[in-house]
């Protein structure tokens, strides 16, 4: 658009650009909406927006502008003397919201007589408030800890009946805190795998007060294991890595999601059920008739990339990590849980090791299954059809067939709720 002063504009989602100068000679100089944040007086500088129109003439001046977009109206500064330098917009929203909410978690808060509340939102990413919805700062401190960085725009928050919990879930991003929202962990789920909305069980005798044991649906490609039954993968010299008790289909799933995040490498696995139902890791090996035993070897697949647990930015509530004109703000690191549900690691030596967040390598998506996944105390993973239930392990579905995991391995989670 140009205005009738002969500047010239142009707008995206990627913001809005002012050209004084003449649109072959000129310099493209991007607009900005500032805010200040209530708590920290933090200053940011935000250019992106997703802006839908250009309207000149606004205001009855020659050379005033509006922009709008999805997130509300912004205006050229006509009262400034030097518009040549002023790109700062006026907003024109007041204290109002052009969100919408996604699905929000309400969870028991901190402080006497509070809820904290976290929703995912189109647009933008998740925003959380700490003062039952009056104020929306979102993750702007230390103590808010880490933030929402890699969610974006979709998903949904859910609360957990009357507790601290809250869990953020999008494709493969499940995120959990036991703060109400504040300093998320991030688990990203395998095998181009979506989950759906959760569910918690209840107490006996209670509506709202959660037993500890959560269940979601799922979609997800099936794992690219054989498996060989009667068959025993013998490890070479000092290349086993012990993983502890499972069941069958439980030491398929642990291997397979340890080497997905890059806990551990390896391309054949056993799991010893006619004896003490341990699995082993091993690069290869080699094969050797063992009633009871079934080994998993890894079908040809091009060379794994670990799965990264990132957290950058934080969502744009007021001081959540957000787009600037000279960067983005960025949120903290968290610690890494292996289980969709109310739990707390238990350390040994074959726990996997805390990832601090950075943003992701992999791309969401839905996998090619059609299977439902139950996870209490575990992480279920489901495709092909199959239905895979976990409690307190890490269980695999494929091909149609059912898995029923139970009883946490070392180094797994266990379920622990409100006392």
Known sequence: AIDRTGWYYVGSEAGIYRNAGGCRAGKWEAMFDRRIARRTGAVRDRVAHDFQAINIDFGGDPGGVAFGSDQGVFMKNVSDADMRTNLRLVSGNGDMSNNIIMHPSIAMGEEPHTRYLVTALWDWGPVASWDNGTHWPSWQTADDGSALGFFGEGGGCFGVGRSVYSLCIHHHNVARSSRGGKNFSRFVVPNGASVGAPAFARRAGSRAEPSGLIYAPMTMEAPAWEV????????????????????????????????????????????????????????????????????????????????????????????????????????????????????????????????????PTGGSGSGDGGGTAAGGGGLAAAGGGGLATAAGGLATAGGGGTVESYGPGPGMAQPVGPE
Do not use: N
């Open 228 to 359: 060989i039954v009667d068959t025993e993968v013998v490890c070479g010299a000092g290349e086993a890595i012990e993983l502890g008790a499972h069941t069958r289909d439980g030491c398929l799933a642990r291997v397979d999601i340890g080497l997905q995040h890059g806990w551990h490498t390896g391309a054949a696995a056993v799991w010893r059920g006619a004896t003490d139902s341990s699995c082993t890791l091993c690069a290869a090996g080699s094969p050797r008739h063992r009633e009871g035993a079934v080994s998993f070897v890894r079908r040809a697949r091009p060379a794994l990339t670990p799965i990264g647990h990132g957290g950058e930015g934080g969502g744009d509530g007021e001081g959540g990590g957000e787009l600037t004109g000279a960067g983005a703000r960025r949120g903290g690191g968290g610690e890494m849980h292996d289980a969709l549900t109310l739990t707390q690691a238990v350390p040994s030596k074959s726990s996997p090791p805390a990832k601090s967040q950075r943003e």
